[in-house]
């Protein structure tokens, strides 16, 4: 059976300007103005975002969990770039 839905999009919502993007969900779409406005109407129905991106999932990388030790261990032995050097005056508070 042939799939003919159109490749897979995940879709990412920012809620307001300056705010992270979230990832939201998934949906099958021929071009990007269609996975636009299929998440527009399926993931903002009620104004929950003031801005999407549409990313093709097959354009998505990620590291993989087996490679946590030999992936991420260049950052170990740079601890001037952690900020537990600095004092924060206790006004400002948590960060």
Same mark, same amino acid.
């Given at each position: 059976? $042939?799939? /003919?839905? @159109? ?7 920012? #809620? #307001?300007? @300056?705010?992270? &993007?979230?990832?939201? @969900? ?5 071009? $990007? ?6 998440a ?13 991106w549409?990313?093709?999932? /097959? ?9 946590? @030790? ?7 032995? #740079?601890? &001037? ?15």
């Open positions: 059976m $042939k799939d /003919n839905q @159109g490749p897979l999009w995940e879709i990412f919502l920012q #809620k #307001k300007a @300056g705010q992270p &993007y979230v990832h939201c @969900g998934s949906l099958h779409a021929y071009d $990007k103005e269609m996975a636009l406005q299929n527009r109407d399926l993931y903002t129905r009620r104004q929950e975002a003031t801005a999407i549409a990313v093709p999932a /097959n354009a998505i990388v990620a590291s993989s969990p087996e490679d946590i @030790g030999p992936f991420f261990e260049p950052a170990n032995d #740079k601890v &001037y770039r952690h900020p537990t050097f600095y004092q924060i005056p206790d006004a400002i508070g948590p960060m």
